[in-house]
């Protein structure tokens, strides 16, 4: 007679090798996650235009008409779209994978598969979003008979900086949101905050130098910066220091946040 025991966690070495025998999930949870996100809306999957788009507006009008702020010779719309698609798809995929544990209770209080599985897929649906507005900045370099650089061949390595920085913090909270509740409206403010302290609406140039290097504590803020110039291929150079530490914070968090994540996720299932 066999006995099946259901574990909510596993030695390292079995659990990573679980992620890859439950690799069928992630796409099954992304697919079931894009349905539901456009599910009985208006203009379904175009939310994944407007939001980018209405934003860019916005910020464009804000700071390259009212601040006059200084665009370096790039049209100023560009400028904002690179920052604005790294940084919606940071913000939202944070927010998303914050709340996912608790919007698969039902999933996770009866089956066994690795839990980091369920924030990863709040990462991939975001991630799928960014690649359909990032259309957006094509058109839009289109209209403006802007041409990118050789430099965009290295944007696949920034866009996997934003993705290792979001999953990092994702899985912090994810992990909080279970047991303290109060995440899940905390969450939501920190990313708004975030749009205002991250350069999305504004070059890195306009902070004073001698602030750049905390200025870069910010994750985003390097990764924005390497956007902008991988696309733009801006004739000044990328500022070293800021990526370097954006590195090390992406790094800091997704360590600390696997770290986190994995010594609470046993409870999940009890908590929820």
């Given at each position: 007679?066999?006995?099946?025991?259901?574990?909510?966690?596993?030695?390292?070495?079995?659990?990573?090798?679980?992620?890859?025998?439950?690799?069928?999930?992630?796409?099954?949870?992304?697919?079931?996650?894009?349905?539901?996100?456009?599910?009985?809306?208006?203009?379904?999957?175009?939310?994944?235009?407007?939001?980018?788009?209405?934003?860019?507006?916005?910020?464009?009008?804000?700071?390259?008409?009212?601040?006059?702020?200084?665009?370096?010779?790039?049209?100023y719309p560009i400028l904002v779209l690179c920052g604005t698609l790294p940084w919606q798809f940071f913000s939202t995929a944070v927010s998303e994978s914050a709340g996912s544990i608790l919007s698969n209770t039902?999933?996770?209080?009866?089956?066994?598969?690795?839990?980091?599985?369920?924030?990863?897929?709040?990462?991939?649906?975001?991630f799928v979003d960014f690649l359909v507005s990032a259309v957006i900045l094509v058109l839009l370099m289109g209209w403006y008979h802007f041409a990118p650089s050789i430099r965009i061949l290295l944007l696949p390595i920034f866009v996997l900086q934003a993705f290792i920085a979001a999953l990092g913090l994702g899985l912090w909270f994810s992990a909080l949101t279970v047991r303290f509740r109060d995440f899940r409206h905390v969450v939501p403010f920190i990313a708004q905050i975030g749009l205002y302290i991250s350069p999305v609406g504004f070059s890195t140039d306009a902070v004073p130098q001698q602030w750049r290097l905390l200025y870069s504590v910010n994750p985003m803020v390097g990764v924005i910066d390497a956007f902008r110039w991988s696309i733009i291929g801006s004739a000044a150079p990328l500022y070293a220091p800021g990526l370097m530490?954006?590195?090390?914070?992406?790094?800091?968090?997704?360590?600390?946040?696997?770290?986190?994540?994995?010594?609470?996720?046993?409870t999940f299932a009890d908590i929820i």
């Open positions: 007679m066999h006995e099946v025991v259901i574990e909510a966690g596993r030695l390292e070495r079995q659990y990573w090798n679980d992620l890859w025998r439950y690799r069928e999930l992630f796409y099954f949870l992304a697919w079931r996650d894009i349905l539901v996100r456009y599910k009985q809306t208006v203009v379904g999957a175009s939310w994944a235009f407007i939001r980018p788009f209405v934003t860019m507006v916005i910020l464009t009008v804000v700071f390259g008409k009212v601040a006059k702020m200084d665009s370096g010779g790039v049209p039902a999933l996770i209080s009866k089956v066994y598969f690795p839990r980091m599985a369920v924030p990863m897929t709040a990462i991939i649906t975001s530490m954006s590195v090390l914070v992406t790094a800091i968090c997704m360590f600390t946040g696997v770290r986190y994540f994995r010594s609470t996720e046993r």
